[in-house]
């Protein structure tokens, strides 16, 4: 902010003192008048300084701004009226010789009302470029203000949706343990352990724009071999990702919740069902798959809270916009998961 406001005097600074050169500027290697430059240029252009500035700095922002345009329009009327009858005042009493050079050499001066007239134009010039740099200054700080008002909106909306996915995570794992406590209390402790390194990888490692996609993998394969202690041998479970992806960064969580989702819906303790998830990477474009048998829950089912696909969405749409392309659908009893993602 400093070094702009540093910028912004050195600019206008350097705008006025070319205009108080170009009388010089323009008749370079001509004799020059002094008195006449000052009467006819520089007063002119001095008063319009304090027009210019008097509007930027002050009036701008308390009347026109605030839609009080017959009180704006009136100060400047009197403003410019006062320089004008100060410019005619000033030359009458200290630039006698110029005016009456001006009357020897042209006895027919033009009428006064036009006098007034080319005077209130020529002082119109800085007042509207004072209101156009103005408003252009006020309309890119209210644009950068829209702007960081919606990324704050997207962040906070980013931040609810990731703690809304870590209770909803760890509810249905424990859950899912719980089923192993009457059945195999060893399995439930080595899975009670396995957990507690995933909600640490979740509750210190996420909370970054973008992951390593490595880590990501890493965390979906103990989350699989944690809930594949839990099925029985009716269910069977095979998994591939990519294994030279130490470079690539996403952004995390996107994945999980269709794990979760199959682990919920598609395994069955009375039939055979098959969870095949395979993630890919070409290129920019990520490919995840998962299939499973449909189990559809009874009406009178309440567990789980629904939020797992509606998430995914949501945070696709507000982390990759235009980036994403992600569907769902059921083909022969089987329950199918497609997310493509283009991270760059």
Not at 7 to 32: A, D, K, N
Request: proline share 3%; glycine share 2%.
């Amino acid at each position: 902010m400093h070094r702009n406001t540093k910028v912004t005097i050195l600019s206008h600074t350097l705008v006025w003192f070319v205009l108080f050169s170009m009388p010089y500027l323009l008749s370079y290697g001509q004799e020059q008048e002094i008195n006449r430059v000052i009467a006819h240029f520089w007063i002119p252009l001095f008063f319009s300084v304090i027009v210019f500035y008097v509007n930027y700095l002050v009036i701008i922002d308390r009347f026109l701004f605030t839609k009080k345009a017959f009180v704006y329009v009136l100060i400047n009327v009197i403003i410019i009226a006062l320089f004008i009858f100060l410019k005619e005042y000033i030359e009458n009493t200290f630039y006698e010789d110029l005016i009456r050079k001006k009357n020897e050499n042209d006895n027919t001066g033009p009428p006064f009302k036009m006098f007034v007239y080319v005077q209130m134009v020529s002082y119109m010039a800085p007042l509207f470029f004072a209101i156009a740099v103005k408003t252009t200054k006020r309309w890119v700080k209210t644009e950068a203000e829209r702007k960081e008002a919606a990324n704050f909106k997207l962040q906070s909306e980013l931040q609810h949706l990731h703690y809304q996915l870590q209770p909803h995570f760890f509810f249905n794992s424990l859950n899912n343990i719980y089923a192993l406590v009457d059945i195999s209390p060893n399995e439930a402790k080595a899975s009670i352990h396995s957990l507690s390194k995933l909600m640490r990888y979740m509750l210190y490692e996420t909370n970054v724009e973008l992951v390593p996609l490595n880590k990501e993998i890493d965390f979906m394969k103990k989350y699989i071999d944690l809930m594949k202690l839990r099925v029985s041998d009716k269910t069977s479970v095979s998994y591939s990702f990519p294994e030279q992806v130490n470079t690539v960064k996403i952004a995390p969580l996107l994945f999980i919740s269709l794990i979760e989702n199959a682990f919920k819906h598609g395994v069955s303790a009375s039939k055979e069902s098959t969870i095949d998830i395979n993630m890919t990477y070409s290129g920019d474009t990520i490919m995840f798959k998962i299939e499973n048998n449909n189990f559809p829950k009874k009406v009178e089912d309440k567990s789980g809270s629904g939020i797992g696909i509606i998430n995914i969405k949501k945070r696709l749409e507000l982390l990759y916009p235009h980036k994403n392309n992600f569907k769902t659908f059921v083909d022969n009893n089987r329950f199918i998961a497609v997310l493509e993602l283009k991270i760059n």
